[in-house]
C-alpha cells in the first residue's frame, strides 16, 4: 500500500465534508469521517507489521528544484519505525475520537463541520509524521496549527449560540468571546515557535546543503561541521519544538485549548498536535547526537516545564484543566528523555500517555456530558454511583499516569527516571518529585469526581452510551496493559518496543547496576503510591485551597499574569498611544480638507435640482449684468 494513502483518506473526507456538506445529513458526515480515519489506520497497520529494517522512502514529485546546487528537494513519504509507529499512534487513537464524538457531539448544529476539522487536523499530523523533508514536514506542522486554531475555537460563538434564553445567550456570548481568544492565543504563541523552526532550516542547508532527512542523516555522519553550527540550527529546531509542545515559555497556550471539545482536547493533548516537538527532536537525533549543549537545554526545559505543570495542576478546579496541565507536565518528561538521548524512552511515553490520556480526556466528556456541561470538579463527587463503566475505566487511566505496577505509565515513566538518574542527579529529583505530584492531583481529580458525596445540581446523571463507552473500553485496556510491550519476552526479543525502535533511532543503554535499578523502580513506585495517599487525605481535609501553595497552583504560578503584564497590557497601551495618534493625525487632515470644502459646499446650494429654481437664478443673473452694463454706460457718459 503507497505511503500517500495515510494522509488521502482524511484528506478526501475533509474535502467532501466541507464542501459538499448537503450530502451527509444527520450522522452520515460523522461516519464519513471516521471511516476515513480508519481507512488509514488500517494502511498503517498493514505498513506497521510489513516494516523491515530498511526504510521506505516513496518519492512523489519534485519540489522546489534547485539545479545550480544540485539539491532539488522532492514531496516524498518516509517511513521507518519511528514514523510507522507515529502513524499508528495518529490514526488508532484519532479513530477511537472520531467514533466517540459520533455521540458526543450528536447534538451540535455543525456536527459535519466539526468531522471535517477532524479528518484535516489527522491529515496535516500525518503529513508531519511521514515527510521525508523538513519543508514538508514544514507544511503539515503549518496545517496542524491551522486545525488547531480551527477546532479550539470551534464554539466560537457559545454553545448555545441560537438560544432564545437572554441570559443564556449573554453567557453563550461571552463563553464564545473566551473561546475565540483561545484559538488566537494558540496560533500566536506557536507562530512565534514556527519563526525558530525555519531559521533552524535555514542553518541547515547553509551547513549541509540538503532539507531531506535521510540524505541528512547520512551527511551528518560524514559531513565535519562547525559544532557552534550544529548546536545553533538544534537550538532554533528546540525553539518549534516549544512552541507546538507547550514547553516553557510558550505554555500558555496549552491549557487555554480546552476551549474547544472534549474530543478535540484528546486529540490536540494525547496523540498529535503537542506530541509533534517531541517527534521533531527525535527525527533530529542525528543532528542532537553531535549537539551536546542543545541537548541539555533540551532536557532542562522539559525538567523545568514537567515541575511547572505539576504545580499547576494540584489546585485547578476545571476537570480539564487539571489534565490539560498534566499534559505539559507528561511532555516536559518526554523532552527530558529525547534530551538525554533516551529517544526510546522519550517515544515509549509518547506512546503510553497517548492511551491514557486519551482515556482521562474521553471520561472527563463523559462526565461533563451527563452532567449538562458542567466542568468545575467542585460540583461533582460521588459520580461512581451514576457511571459506574466510566468510573472503572477513569480509575485505570489514574493508576496508569500516577506509575502504579502494572499499568502502562509506571513502564515508561520509570525508564525516563532511570535515564535521568544515569545522567543528572538534579534531574532526577525533579522527576522523582514530578512523579509524587503527579499521583496527588490526578488522585485529587479522581476523590473529587468520583468519589464523596454528590454536590452536582444534575437530578440523574447517566453513564456514557455504548458508542462512547467502545473507545473508552478499549483506550482503558491499552492503559493497562500497553506497558507490557517493552517486557522481556511479552511478544519476542529482549525489549520488545527498544528492540523496534531502535532500528530507527539510537537506544540509550542503562549502566547502572541491577541493584541500583531496582531502588529506582521502588522509589518510583513509592511516589506514586504516596501521592494518591496524600490525595485521599487532602480529600479528607480540604487543606491545600486554604495555603500559599493552592493560590500559586490556582493562578498557574501567575505565568499569565506575568506575560499579561510585561507583553499585553504594554503591548495595548502602545497600540492605544498609535491609534490616540492615527485619530488625532486624521483630525487635522479632516479639518483642512472641511475647510477647503466649505466654500465649495455654498456652491452646492444652487444645485438644487428644480427647474424653476434655476430659471429665477438665471433671471436674476441677467438682471444683475444688464444693470452693471447700465451703471457703467450711464458713469462713462457723463
Not at 492531583?441 to 458525596?453: I, S, T
Request: proline share 4%; with cysteine; charged share 10%.
Amino acid at each position: 500500500m503507497p505511503l500517500y494513502l495515510l494522509p488521502l483518506f482524511p484528506l478526501l473526507g475533509f474535502a467532501l465534508l466541507i464542501c459538499l456538506p448537503r450530502l451527509f445529513p444527520g450522522k452520515s458526515g460523522g461516519l464519513l469521517g471516521s471511516a476515513a480515519v480508519l481507512a488509514s489506520f488500517l494502511v498503517a497497520l498493514v505498513r506497521f507489521f510489513g516494516q523491515t529494517d530498511t526504510p521506505s522512502h516513496e518519492i512523489l514529485w519534485t519540489w522546489l528544484p534547485n539545479m545550480a546546487l544540485n539539491a532539488n528537494l522532492s514531496v516524498g513519504f518516509y517511513l521507518d519505525q519511528l514514523s510507522a509507529l507515529m502513524a499508528l499512534i495518529i490514526t488508532g487513537v484519532g479513530f477511537l475520537i472520531h467514533v466517540y464524538s459520533l455521540s458526543y457531539m450528536s447534538h451540535d448544529p455543525k456536527f459535519t463541520r466539526f468531522f471535517a476539522f477532524l479528518n484535516f487536523f489527522v491529515a496535516m499530523m500525518l503529513i508531519l509524521v511521514l515527510a521525508d523533508s523538513y519543508p514538508l514536514m514544514f507544511v503539515g506542522w503549518e496545517g496542524v496549527g491551522a486545525a488547531s486554531y480551527l477546532l479550539i475555537g470551534f464554539w466560537y460563538a457559545g454553545r448555545h449560540a441560537a438560544t432564545t434564553d437572554p441570559q443564556l445567550a449573554d453567557e453563550s456570548n461571552r463563553e464564545g468571546i473566551s473561546n475565540s481568544n483561545a484559538a488566537r492565543k494558540a496560533f500566536i504563541m506557536n507562530r512565534i515557535g514556527d519563526l525558530g523552526f525555519m531559521l533552524g532550516m535555514f542553518l541547515i542547508y547553509k551547513l549541509y546543503g540538503t532539507l531531506s532527512i535521510p540524505e541528512l542523516a547520512e551527511r551528518a555522519e560524514s559531513t565535519r561541521v562547525a559544532v557552534a553550527g550544529i548546536e545553533l540550527a538544534c537550538l532554533f529546531l528546540l525553539v518549534g519544538a516549544i512552541g507546538k509542545s507547550g514547553q516553557l515559555p510558550l505554555t500558555t497556550w496549552l491549557p487555554d485549548a480546552m476551549a474547544g471539545p472534549t474530543p478535540v482536547s484528546a486529540l490536540i493533548h494525547a496523540a498529535t498536535m503537542v506530541t509533534a516537538g517531541v517527534y521533531l527532536v527525535a527525527r533530529s537525533h542525528f543532528l542532537y547526537d553531535l549537539a551536546p549543549n542543545a541537548s541539555l537545554w533540551v532536557a532542562w526545559i522539559g525538567g523545568l516545564t514537567a515541575l511547572y505543570g505539576a504545580l499547576s495542576a494540584l489546585n485547578q478546579h476545571d476537570i480539564k484543566k487539571i489534565l490539560a496541565y498534566s499534559t505539559v507536565s507528561q511532555l516536559g518528561y518526554m523532552f527530558m528523555a529525547v534530551g538525554l538521548h533516551a529517544y526510546s524512552a522519550g517515544v515509549f511515553h509518547l506512546l503510553t500517555h497517548a492511551f491514557f490520556k486519551a482515556l482521562l480526556f474521553l471520561a472527563a466528556g463523559a462526565v461533563i456530558h451527563a452532567l449538562h456541561d458542567q466542568q468545575d470538579v467542585r460540583q461533582m463527587g460521588g459520580m461512581r454511583k451514576f457511571m459506574p463503566f466510566t468510573h472503572l475505566v477513569s480509575l485505570a487511566g489514574v493508576l496508569a499516569i500516577s506509575g502504579i505496577p502494572i499499568w502502562s505509565g509506571f513502564f515508561s515513566k520509570d525508564a525516563i527516571l532511570a535515564a535521568a538518574y544515569e545522567s543528572s542527579p538534579f534531574l532526577y529529583v525533579i522527576g522523582l518529585g514530578v512523579a509524587l505530584l503527579t499521583a496527588f492531583y490526578m488522585g485529587r481529580w479522581y476523590f473529587l469526581v468520583w468519589r464523596g458525596e454528590y454536590r452536582g445540581n444534575v437530578a440523574h446523571p447517566h453513564d456514557a452510551d455504548l458508542t462512547m463507552k467502545v473507545p473508552l473500553g478499549i483506550l482503558a485496556a491499552l492503559a493497562t496493559f500497553g506497558g507490557l510491550l517493552n517486557i522481556p519476552g511479552f511478544i519476542g526479543g529482549n525489549h520488545a518496543f527498544d528492540t523496534y525502535i531502535g532500528r530507527a533511532i539510537p537506544l540509550h543503554e542503562h549502566e547502572i547496576p541491577v541493584s541500583t535499578e531496582w531502588l529506582l523502580t521502588a522509589l518510583a513506585v513509592a511516589a506514586g503510591v504516596i501521592g494518591l495517599l496524600w490525595a485521599a487525605s487532602e480529600h479528607r481535609r480540604r487543606s491545600l485551597a486554604d495555603g500559599p501553595l493552592g493560590a500559586l497552583s490556582t493562578n498557574a504560578l501567575y505565568l499569565d499574569a506575568l506575560y499579561d503584564n510585561t507583553v499585553s497590557r504594554p503591548s495595548r497601551a502602545l497600540a492605544g498611544a498609535f491609534d490616540s495618534m492615527d485619530r488625532g493625525t486624521d483630525g487635522v487632515v479632516n479639518g483642512i480638507a472641511r475647510n477647503a470644502a466649505a466654500p465649495g459646499g455654498l456652491f452646492t446650494l444652487w444645485q438644487s435640482g428644480f427647474v424653476r429654481a434655476y430659471a429665477v437664478s438665471m433671471l436674476l443673473g441677467t438682471a444683475l449684468m444688464l444693470g452693471y452694463w447700465a451703471l457703467k454706460t450711464i458713469g462713462s457718459g457723463a
